[in-house]
C-alpha cells in the first residue's frame, strides 16, 4: 500500500495504491477521514510538484493520523505544511 497526499486549503487530495493496483483518487475535507470507499479510479490527484503535495503515507491509517482529530493545533500543522515538493518528484 502507498497514498500520496496533498492539502488544498479546506480539501485533502489522496491517490493511493493497494497491492500494486491504482485505487484512484480520493478528495475530502481536511476535517474527515479517507476510506477505502472514498477512492475513484478515474479521479485525478494534482501533480507530486505541485506546493500543496504532503509526502507519501504507507496506510489509510498513517494518512488519517496525519490529518490529526480536526482540532485547531492539527489544523495549524497543516496549514504550515505548505512547502513546495522536492523538486526530484
Request: positive net charge; hydrophobic residues 40%; without cysteine.
Amino acid at each position: 500500500m502507498g497514498f500520496a497526499l496533498w492539502i488544498d486549503g479546506e480539501l485533502a487530495w489522496a491517490q493511493g495504491v493497494h497491492e500494486y493496483r491504482p485505487m484512484g483518487a480520493a478528495v475530502i475535507a481536511v476535517t474527515d477521514r479517507f476510506r477505502h470507499r472514498d477512492f475513484v479510479p478515474t479521479r485525478r490527484p494534482p501533480s507530486r510538484a505541485a506546493p500543496t503535495y504532503a509526502g507519501l503515507f504507507a496506510s489509510l491509517g498513517d494518512l488519517n493520523a496525519y490529518l490529526g482529530d480536526g482540532s485547531q493545533a492539527s489544523e495549524k500543522k497543516l496549514r504550515r505544511r505548505s512547502s513546495p515538493a522536492p523538486p526530484w518528484l
